[in-house]
């Protein structure tokens, strides 16, 4: 087994390194133009006189802001810092460093024009008033880092009263990209996906939709023990009735014995845990793993320190152990789905994201790592495997046609290459801008 020290100085090092270069870089986003400026003349075009023409046009026929703006690739990440990953309510403006690294993975790994909004409320019904009144600027809106159950009231009303693709990373993203984990963990530890046992640990945004999409993927919900911060999941839970109906339902759903208890009454005899709880790293122990069915699978995905550290996790007898770090094996994270589901979501110009979007996206990201050779310790791609985010965005993109919620229809075949060229337009920028100094260099190790 390795040194624990030095694992844990390892685990250390991206905070202490954040703390060196986000103050040297000054933030980790700017815009740049994206015409050409010939000469001052192009002013008259570019602003007044010359731009009042297509703003008339858009007036008269408003699908043309798609051709006249950047619209069409503009995101907005929209947080108002009450769950920032496992730090809980910091608010907007503490939010800003991950909503920014949101922005610069959009960009980098999918193409995608993000931007943060972070703003200042803790009331669900004025961010949902605060994105309705923004979306004409943007193709779609990312949320992200908001408590429950406020999440779950902000994404499902603005998905039904948005014009454009309302998505919330941590229930759909996460979601898709777990899913697509759990399809090749099965697969490594010789089970089938509808009749495992399964312990989700931890009951918010991530796990609620997890469930969710699991359940379409192939689960049984009856085999399903969930755990939040007062115990199991069951019908006798009848305080989630009002205030929490995801969890209520999943009450009404799930745990078929209707196990009562805690973490370890749920992951006993489990074939697979996937947990979304505190940070750990001793939130989940090594006497819950060996309670746990032969050949195990974890996900111990709190960030950003997993549940359990994944080196105990092994000696404890887990066959496949995943956290949400991208230091570690296996790294179940959201970074390998939305730059590539909102890349193809945008291509087609969607109204929405269907969880069969998002479902579509897990199967192929799934696909994508079975192509190159399934191993314990690669379940699912990671992000410098490039070609992960255009098979992604292609997936996404033609099942949206296939469920007629696309504006635009291409074939198979032109999607591929508009993910393609868009993508690897991206990196060569930032490689070229890094090249020439337009990115400062990265000062000396400390």
């Not at 703003?55 to 810092?81: Q, W, Y």
């Not at 255009?390 to 996404?396: D, I, N, T, Y």
């Not at 099942?399 to 991206?426: N, P």
Request: charged share 25%; glycine share 8%.
């Amino acid at each position: 087994m390795p040194d624990e020290n030095e694992l844990i100085k390892k685990a250390e090092k991206p905070g202490k390194d954040a703390m060196r270069l986000h103050p040297h870089f000054k933030g980790k986003i700017r815009s740049v133009l994206k015409c050409g400026v010939r000469n001052m003349g192009d002013f008259g075009i570019w602003y007044t006189p010359g731009v009042a023409k297509p703003c008339l046009d858009i007036r008269d026929n408003p699908e043309t802001v798609f051709e006249h703006t950047n619209k069409a690739n503009m995101l907005a990440v929209v947080s108002n810092g009450t769950r920032v990953l496992g730090l809980g309510d910091i608010g907007a403006e503490a939010s800003i460093p991950v909503m920014e690294g949101k922005a610069l993975l959009f960009k980098y790994l999918g193409g995608v024009d993000a931007w943060p909004v972070c703003v200042d409320t803790k009331d669900p019904d004025k961010l949902i008033d605060i994105v309705m009144n923004i979306q004409p600027c943007f193709g779609g809106i990312n949320l992200e880092d908001i408590r429950q159950p406020d999440c779950f009231h902000i994404l499902d009303t603005l998905r039904e009263t948005a014009r454009i693709p309302i998505w919330h990373d941590d229930q759909q993203g996460t979601a898709a990209v777990t899913v697509a984990g759990m399809i090749n963990a099965v697969k490594i530890v010789g089970k089938e996906m509808s009749k495992i046992k399964l312990a989700l640990i931890g009951a918010g945004a991530a796990n609620v939709a997890i469930y969710r999409l699991l359940k379409a993927a192939g689960i049984n919900p009856e085999n399903v023990i969930v755990t939040d911060s007062k115990g199991t999941l069951h019908k006798g839970r009848t305080e989630l009735q009002e205030k929490y109906k995801e969890k209520w339902q999943i009450c009404q759903e799930s745990n078929a014995d209707q196990v009562k208890g805690g973490i370890m009454e749920a992951m006993k005899g489990a074939d697979a845990c996937i947990a979304l709880s505190t940070p750990g790293p001793e939130t989940l122990k090594p006497e819950h793993i060996k309670a746990m069915a032969k050949d195990p699978i974890l996900f111990a995905c709190a960030n950003p320190v997993p549940e359990i550290w994944p080196w105990v996790a092994k000696e404890a007898g887990a066959k496949v152990v995943a956290t949400g770090r991208s230091d570690f094996p296996n790294q179940v994270n959201n970074s390998v789905g939305f730059p590539g589901i909102f890349r193809g979501t945008l291509d087609v110009r969607a109204k929405t994201i269907t969880d069969e979007m998002c479902i579509a996206a897990a199967m192929e990201l799934a696909k994508v790592a079975e192509d190159k050779g399934l191993r314990e310790d690669y379940i699912i791609p990671t992000m410098d495997e490039w070609e992960v985010f255009p098979r992604e965005a292609v997936a996404v993109g033609m099942k949206a046609i296939e469920q007629g919620v696309a504006r635009i229809k291409y074939t198979k075949e032109e999607l591929m290459k508009i993910a393609e060229d868009t993508i690897r337009t991206a990196r060569e920028e930032t490689e070229w801008m890094m090249k020439e100094g337009w990115i400062i260099p990265f000062p000396p190790e400390a």
